[in-house]
């Protein structure tokens, strides 16, 4: 009686033990290989599968792994006096959203960004400059 007590208790636990073991366990994946090239935009380091960045292309976070998309958009801070839309016309350059001082610039479809960037940082009045970046469907800078 005892033996069959106890192959029953052992049972028992085995079954209780199946059934608390059925929670979803995931295993890392290691970055894809072709994400080859790194870059650092906004001060944070990512990778891309090229060397060109254009608007559209898919950046991935080195550190977490997310996956964001470049707007094809610079932010840029202007000097306090300056105003957006005469500076816009003044450089020939597409003014999307302006705020305080703070403004927007489209590149075209076909501009490598990080000649964009470097171009409206070189203009006398920009203070600063960074990447437009897709987070979740928002735009960030």
């Known amino acids: ?46 990778l891309t599968t090229s060397e060109t960045l254009l608007s559209g292309t898919t950046i991935t976070d080195a550190k977490s792994g997310s996956t964001y998309i470049l707007t094809g958009e610079v932010v840029a801070e202007l000097e306090p006096l300056i105003d957006a839309r005469e500076f816009a016309a003044a450089h020939n350059l597409k003014l999307v959203y302006v705020r305080a001082n703070r403004a927007i610039f489209a590149a075209e479809a076909s501009a490598e960004l990080r000649e964009f960037k470097a171009y409206i940082a070189s203009l006398a009045g920009v203070t600063s400059t960074q990447f437009g970046i897709e987070i979740e469907g928002l735009e960030a800078e």
Do not use: F, R, W
């Open 1 to 46: 009686m005892k033996k069959q007590l106890i192959a029953t208790v052992l049972l028992a636990c085995g079954i209780s033990a199946a059934s608390a073991s059925t929670t979803d366990v995931y295993e890392a994946q290691p970055l894809s290989s072709a994400l080859n090239h790194s870059v650092t935009l906004n001060g944070k380091h990512y």
